[in-house]
């Protein structure tokens, strides 16, 4: 038996000498996880916008080049050659739209933000008082009550001023009144979006841009698509009343709930309210406040 044992280890002995293990540093596992990071919110990414159904389109391009290639196809693969000579500058000019919201969020990641911050506009404070998110709320109900259809954006820490030149100057202050006057059917300002800035409504029928994503229902109209396409590329949240149903909805961070009570709309508000920014001249490194909270719902 121990003869049996010795042959054996012997001859794994002699097998392992032909196999070079290589020396894993910690640099090498940072590597694998980073590596693993990034692809696998690219394939997130892909999975989620327009270019998963071009990624599919692609690859069966290249099943066909392949294919073109195993038996020598002269022609397809002189097509190919020169298909794919431009095909860097083509993926730029398609993938446009969904490149610039994939950098927009990654310079808008809370991890990054907590380490650095470029922003030297903010004072610490409120972003806006009790008054308005009372005024807000009932305004957003009272018109939901009466099937009157409303878009109002809140403002946070991306400048909205871009939206604001499309729509009519108000700067008024936040009132219920107000609100259920401009959105009032068959008045000058009540098609587009009302955009709030504080204490004050800045302009009035501002155009919004679009949400493309296909997981959103069928159902939603494009007062509910443009809530969720403004809190796709800012930071805003948006107030939606249902103008066929009278429901409210809430759009943040390219995320909409339906139906909501005035007590889940008062809280979102109050959560916004109390972000508290501070002012900073320079790029310095910090920590997280201890304060500091979620606003995703």
């Not at 692809?39 to 389109?57: C, D, E, F, P, Q």
């Amino acid at each position: 038996m121990a003869q049996i044992v010795d042959g054996i280890s012997s001859y794994l002995g002699r097998y392992f000498t032909w196999i070079s293990f290589p020396r894993i540093m910690w640099t090498d596992v940072v590597e694998i996880i980073v590596i693993a990071f990034l692809l696998y919110n690219v394939l997130v990414w892909i999975k989620n916008t327009k270019a998963w159904s071009l990624m599919r389109g692609l690859l069966i391009i290249l099943i066909f080049v392949f294919i073109a290639a195993l038996f020598n196809m002269t022609t397809i693969l002189w097509i190919a050659r020169n298909f794919f000579s431009v095909a860097l500058v083509a993926v730029v000019v398609v993938f446009q739209p969904e490149l610039r919201r994939a950098l927009e969020q990654i310079g808008k990641s809370k991890f990054f933000s907590s380490l650095l911050n470029f922003d030297n506009t903010r004072v610490a404070g409120e972003l806006f008082s009790d008054n308005t998110i009372n005024e807000i709320v009932r305004a957003s109900f009272l018109m939901g009550r009466e099937r009157t259809g409303a878009l109002i954006v809140i403002e946070n820490n991306d400048n909205l001023a871009e939206y604001e030149k499309t729509g009519i100057v108000l700067d008024s202050v936040v009132s219920s009144q107000l609100l259920i006057n401009i959105f009032e059917h068959n008045t000058p300002l009540h098609d587009g979006a009302v955009i709030v800035r504080g204490n004050r409504i800045t302009s009035a029928t501002c155009y919004l841009p679009l949400s493309d994503n296909t997981e959103l229902s069928k159902e939603l109209g494009t007062r509910h698509r443009a809530g969720v396409g403004i809190s796709e590329v800012t930071d805003s949240m948006t107030v939606i009343v249902s103008e066929e149903t009278g429901r409210v909805s809430v759009a943040q961070g390219g995320e909409l709930s339906r139906n909501i009570s005035a007590e889940e709309l008062t809280k979102r508000l109050e959560l916004l309210q109390n972000k508290v920014i501070e002012e900073r001249k320079f790029i310095r490194w910090k920590g997280r406040s201890k304060n500091e909270e979620n606003s995703d719902g």
